[in-house]
Structures are given as C-alpha cells and as structure tokens.
C-alpha cells in the first residue's frame, strides 16, 4: 500500500524548519563563492526542490524517515549545481557569462554520486552479509527503542 501525503493548507513547524535545513543545506557550497544577495534565490530555488523531492518519498514508497535523501542529497546537488550559476566571487558563474564553471560543478556533482553510491553499496553488501541490512518485521513492529537500546522512545 503506498502512503499517501496529505497537506491540509496549512504550514507546519516541521515543514519549515525542514526548509530552512534545506536552504541551509544548498547555500554550504556555494558559500564562498556567492553574494549574500545570491544566496537568497540558492535557498528559495533549493528550498522548492527539495519539497518536491520529498514528495517523491510518497509515490516511489522508499523508507526515508527523516528526509535525508530530499533535503540533503537534493539540496546539496542543488546548492553545488547553482553554484556554477550564482558564482561571483573567485569565480565567475553561469550569470556572469562563464558556463565553464556549471560544468565543473556538475562534473563534480556526477563524480561524488558515483563515489558515494559504489562505497554505499561496498558497504552495505558487507554489513548484509555479516549482520544483516534490516531488522525482522516482528522487531520492527515491537519497536527498535526497546529492541535494540531497551527503552520505551513514546509512552502511548
């Protein structure tokens, strides 16, 4: 059964402090190439993609429970990508009529995904075949708090 998002019209905490986190997230690359007025459009540009982005949770059904994939995978790509747009300082960007340097941040961008997907999956084979990737269902419906650190997390 896929879950279905539903927003009710209404602006939550969360969803805010998500969107500053994700504006936060973009702006890291391009900090010290970029003006203060540039980093305005960087946040609000990363701040729709990535809400997009999380969106994609709810349709594809993948297990994110804390948006890391939507707000700081997307986000940074986003903020390394508008870098090569926004960059004025050291660096002429995109804006300043130098596509050369959006190149290299994708470039830099592809090669980091790449790396970091190989090393994941490296990774994630050995722990699959010394420990185990996932907990048994009947674990995960008692609850990992008092499973794996012998606590009660909510006392409902």
Same mark, same amino acid.
């Given at each position: 059964? &896929?879950?279905?998002?539903?927003?009710?019209?209404?602006?939550?905490?969360?969803?805010?402090?998500?969107? %500053?986190?994700?504006?936060? %997230?973009?702006?890291?690359? &391009?900090?010290?190439?970029?003006?203060?007025? &540039?980093?305005?459009? +960087?946040?609000?540009?990363?701040? +729709?993609?990535?809400?997009?982005?999380?969106?994609?949770?709810?349709?594809?059904?993948?297990? #994110?429970?804390? #948006? /890391?994939?939507? %707000?700081?995978?997307?986000?940074?790509?986003?903020?390394?990508?508008?870098?090569?747009?926004?960059? *004025?300082?050291?660096?002429?960007?995109?804006?300043?009529? $130098?596509?050369?340097?959006? /190149?290299?941040?994708?470039?830099?961008? %592809? &090669? *980091?995904? /790449?790396?970091?997907?190989?090393?994941?999956?490296?990774?994630?084979?050995?722990? $699959?075949?010394?420990?185990?990737?996932?907990?048994?269902?009947?674990?995960? $419906?008692?609850?990992? #708090?008092? +499973?794996?650190?012998?606590? /009660?997390?909510?006392? +409902?």
């Amino acid at each position: 059964m &896929a879950l279905e998002w539903h927003h009710f019209g209404h602006p939550t905490s969360l969803g805010f402090s998500t969107g %500053v986190l994700a504006g936060l %997230v973009a702006i890291t690359p &391009a900090a010290g190439f970029v003006t203060p007025v &540039a980093a305005i459009p +960087i946040g609000l540009i990363a701040g +729709i993609i990535c809400y997009k982005a999380v969106e994609l949770k709810g349709k594809f059904g993948y297990d #994110d429970s804390l #948006d /890391v994939f939507g %707000v700081h995978g997307v986000g940074g790509i986003t903020g390394a990508l508008l870098t090569g747009v926004f960059a *004025s300082i050291g660096s002429a960007g995109l804006l300043l009529g $130098n596509s050369s340097q959006l /190149v290299t941040q994708l470039e830099g961008v %592809v &090669a *980091s995904a /790449v790396y970091s997907s190989v090393c994941t999956l490296i990774i994630g084979f050995i722990i $699959n075949k010394t420990m185990g990737l996932k907990v048994s269902e009947s674990e995960e $419906n008692i609850g990992l #708090d008092q +499973i794996q650190h012998g606590e /009660v997390a909510y006392n +409902i």
